[in-house]
């Protein structure tokens, strides 16, 4: 029959167990609790998805075959930008632009599938067509801020609808082009648009804002890393012909 000291041991032994137990269950919990509730999300890509729809709205005077230069066929655009991540992103100046263009019949390419080798093998997004081609000059549209919002919280959905009106007979295609621009923290980072007279005018800059206000223009890819930027962009086409 065991003591009543080695009861006593034993008692405080189970104590110390039955405790140990608690905090590692407890500490167990509270880094599940910050692994998925903090580091997760925290870790999560910040990217925007877009979706972006044109058409012609319906308009008794913008038959191609009926119109004078001085009509306008009004185009239809709708645009979307969902934040599919779990956090919360901060949007930067966003930008669409509208370019109008024109195709001209051309002979068969005789190298035809060496030039679809080398655009689908590169970064250009082509297309390689065997009996048309654009013409080297685009001519600007329309351009315009995308979104008001600054921020898109987790699931959180936006759309722009606006009409934008093209000279009837003077483009065969119109190509718009969405830029949205997003940054992890809010107020870590500022953009600047500029425009020029060209067939690819838009470009921008990026700064990094230190705490006094002060811009800093943004050069090194490590830095648009730590501040984790995300360029997110969509583009449609339509045709202006009937």
Not at 92 to 115: D, H, I, K, Q, T
Not at 138 to 157: M, S, Y
Request: aromatic share 6%; glycine share 4%.
């Amino acid at each position: 029959m065991a003591s009543d000291a080695e009861q006593s041991t034993g008692q405080k032994v189970n104590t110390w167990v039955q405790t140990i137990g608690i905090i590692v269950a407890a500490a167990w919990g509270g880094y599940s609790f910050i692994y998925k509730e903090v580091l997760v999300p925290k870790s999560a890509p910040v990217n925007v998805t877009l979706d972006l729809q044109l058409r012609k709205l319906d308009n008794a005077n913008s038959e191609v075959h009926q119109c004078k230069a001085v009509e306008l066929i009004p185009v239809e655009m709708t645009a979307s930008a969902t934040n599919p991540s779990s956090r919360t992103v901060f949007l930067l100046s966003n930008l669409w632009s509208a370019w109008g263009s024109n195709v001209a019949v051309s002979p068969e390419l005789p190298r035809f599938a060496e030039s679809v080798e080398k655009v689908v093998n590169s970064e250009q997004l082509g297309p390689i067509e065997l009996n048309a081609q654009r013409r080297p000059h685009r001519r600007p549209v329309a351009i315009g801020r995308l979104f008001r919002d600054t921020c898109l919280k987790p699931n959180e959905r936006v759309v722009r609808r606006l009409v934008f009106h093209v000279p009837c007979g003077e483009y065969d295609v119109i190509d718009v082009n969405t830029d949205v621009i997003t940054v992890a923290k809010e107020g870590a980072a500022a953009l600047q648009w500029h425009y020029k007279d060209s067939d690819d005018g838009i470009s921008h800059d990026i700064f990094r804002v230190a705490k006094n206000g002060e811009l800093s223009k943004i050069e090194s890819p490590e830095v648009a890393t730590d501040l984790e930027l995300e360029d997110s962009e969509s583009s449609a086409t339509l045709s202006m012909s009937q």
